[in-house]
Structures are given as structure tokens and as C-alpha cells.
């Protein structure tokens, strides 16, 4: 993964896909995470089982919001901000 963009503009949030072409959102957020702790990453998704949710915590993600539920991103990206 490229993550030459991230790292010129430092995101406050970052919205992630767990399907994706070339690879998934969940390595995806595993490798952002590696590089910058600190980078608050939300897995928006369509998948809500407990295995895709317990994933994407393990890989960083701060929140895990279904697609449905898209007002609840504010909450979850800049809580405590």
C-alpha cells in the first residue's frame, strides 16, 4: 500500500472500506496504524458479523460503523476531540 498521501497530508480521520481492490481495509488500517499511531481510522462497512468487527479492532480501527449508519461517524472520529 501507498502511503506516501497520508503521510504529506496526516488525516485527522480516516474512513476505510474492508473490500477493496488491491488489498483490504483491514491491512490497510493495519499498516497506517504501524506508521502513525495516533491516526483515528473508522471501518465503514457493509459487513456487521462479530469476526469482521473483532478484526478490524485488532488491526487499529478506532470505530466500526455499517453503511447504514453513516451519521454515526462524527461520534465515532472525533470523540473526546
Given at each position: 500500500m501507498r502511503l506516501k498521501p497520508i503521510r504529506i497530508f496526516i488525516p485527522t480521520g480516516v474512513l476505510m472500506d474492508i473490500k477493496m481492490p488491491n488489498m483490504d481495509g483491514l491491512t490497510a488500517t493495519l499498516n497506517i496504524?504501524?506508521?502513525?499511531?495516533?491516526?483515528?481510522?473508522?471501518?465503514?462497512?457493509?459487513?456487521g458479523d462479530c469476526k469482521t468487527k473483532d478484526a478490524a479492532r485488532d488491526a487499529g480501527a478506532k470505530g466500526y460503523?455499517?453503511?447504514?449508519?453513516?451519521?454515526?461517524?462524527?461520534?465515532?472520529?472525533?470523540?473526546g476531540s
Open positions: 496504524k504501524n506508521s502513525f499511531p495516533d491516526a483515528n481510522i473508522c471501518i465503514v462497512t457493509d459487513y460503523v455499517l453503511k447504514e449508519y453513516l451519521f454515526s461517524l462524527r461520534n465515532v472520529l472525533f470523540a
